[in-house]
């Protein structure tokens, strides 16, 4: 059964969004945002609604991520040609920092609650995408995590480190699996059956959620104490998002904050700019 709660309000004006990311403790949430063409990372205060715009490069600025204290945001930008890894403050004081860049294009999509390791993914040459590892410390180091012809997205690292997330189109449609991190030898766990993307952790790592290929989104109950285990997934609620077959978006659309809320990026019914809804379902959420 859907669970229960007050289903949305507004925060902040109508825009062309794409990845939303929220904050560690829920405060703010990460953007970006094209405008005129350009695409840039912005930063939004959840309980005033005001925007803050982080990035002024005119190449694009995209798919934020925020360091585990929330003092900095990893996106990835074209301004050499390619995509590579830069980071900047979240308060969008001072300079950009160039934080990873090869000859191939790197786009980040999570940095790990440890701060040791920066997900990423880079093409591969069956067209789709593999999942790489940048390790911070005690020098910078980059390799993959998973290679294979099949596309690989959306990964998130659990909260404990120990486990990794994402969607891969391995079985022929695109399902959310989990896999051992940051060694991937030590097993995979396929979650869904009937299809899903943009995985994401509840920040005790006891539920995960995805998008199901019909919109709806779902949870799963988990533990990873020793080893994994998942149990049936069930529908929250429908969203308005679509889920573009066979090959989804890139863009992360909505996120969890600690306390059960929903953050979600959604099209506008009178417009064709999306704006951003908080769902609360923290009245329903299961007690752990």
């Known amino acids: 059964m859907p669970r229960p709660g007050p289903r949305f309000r507004k925060l902040g004006a109508a825009a062309n969004y794409g990845t939303v990311e929220l904050s560690p403790n829920g405060d703010r949430a990460a953007v970006d945002i094209t405008t005129n063409n350009n695409r840039d990372i912005w930063v939004v205060n959840i309980a005033r609604g005001v925007p803050s715009r982080i990035t002024f490069d005119p190449a694009a600025d995209w798919t934020p991520s925020w360091s585990p204290d929330g003092s900095r945001l990893i996106f990835a ?40 390791h920066i997900v990423f993914s880079r093409a591969n040459a069956a067209g789709g995408n593999d999942t790489w590892v940048l390790q911070m410390s005690p020098e910078k180091k980059a390799s993959p995590f998973v290679e294979s ?14 486990w990794i997330t994402y969607a891969t189109n391995d079985s022929g449609m695109y399902q959310v699996v989990v896999q051992s991190f940051p060694d991937p030898n030590g097993g995979k766990w396929q979650i869904t059956a009937q299809g899903g993307v943009e995985p994401k952790w509840r920040r005790d790592a006891r539920e995960l959620y995805y998008l199901a290929l019909d919109g ?73």
């Open 149 to 162: 012809p099949f596309d690989k997205i959306h990964a998130r690292v659990s909260p404990d480190g120990r």
């Open 77 to 116: 930008s074209s301004r050499s040609g390619n995509n590579d890894i830069y980071a900047k403050a979240a308060s969008g004081v001072g300079s950009e920092e160039l934080v990873f860049k090869s000859d191939a294009n790197e786009i980040p999509v999570y940095w790990s609650h440890d701060g040791q």
């Open 216 to 288: 709806k989104l779902m949870a799963v109950p988990v533990k990873g104490d020793r080893t994994f285990e998942a149990g049936r997934p069930a529908p929250l609620f429908a969203t308005p998002l679509t889920v573009t077959r066979p090959t989804p978006g890139r863009d992360r659309r909505y996120d969890v904050a600690p306390d059960g809320r929903f953050l979600i990026v959604t099209p506008s019914q009178s417009a064709v700019a999306p704006v951003t809804v908080v769902v609360n379902w923290m009245s329903g959420l299961e007690k752990k």
